[in-house]
């Protein structure tokens, strides 16, 4: 299974992108997708996943409110709009998806077994 990233790019801050994660091919059933961000030295951060087996979400307090995870089962593709972007949001974001269980948490990149190579978002 490969994921594909696309959506990246810069935007000034109080801006908007809207980035999305495809899988040729495979049909994300009952999966946990996520959607992750490092920046250089740091440890790789949980920014929000969704089921696809059900509505549930869940959110890193720093993007709380602004950043919206959903899936178009239509075009097997998971989005990520993120709205009022600070310089803080910029990094290297990831998508991610696994069968489950995550029990380590819906947040932790551990949890994660398939990744895509990454889009950058730059926020000035």
């Known amino acids: 299974v490969q994921l594909v990233e696309s959506g990246g790019g810069s935007v000034q801050a109080g801006g908007s992108l809207r980035l999305s994660c495809a899988a040729p091919?495979?049909?994300?059933?009952?999966?946990?997708m996520g959607w992750f961000r490092q920046t250089p030295g740091n440890e790789r951060e949980g920014v929000a996943t969704?089921?696809?087996?059900?509505?549930?979400?869940w959110y890193a307090s720093s993007v709380q409110g602004r950043f919206t995870i959903s899936l178009d089962n239509a075009k097997n593709t998971v989005y990520l709009q993120m709205n009022s972007l600070k310089p803080e949001d910029t990094a290297m974001y990831y998508c991610?998806?696994?069968?489950?269980?995550?029990?380590?948490?819906?947040?932790?990149?551990?949890?994660?077994?398939?990744w895509g190579q990454g889009t950058q978002v730059t926020v000035s």
């Open positions: 991610a998806a696994t069968f489950g269980p995550v029990a380590a948490g819906p947040l932790k990149s551990t949890a994660f077994d398939i």
């Open positions: 091919g495979f049909i994300f059933r009952d999966y946990y």
């Open positions: 969704i089921y696809t087996g059900g509505s549930s979400t």
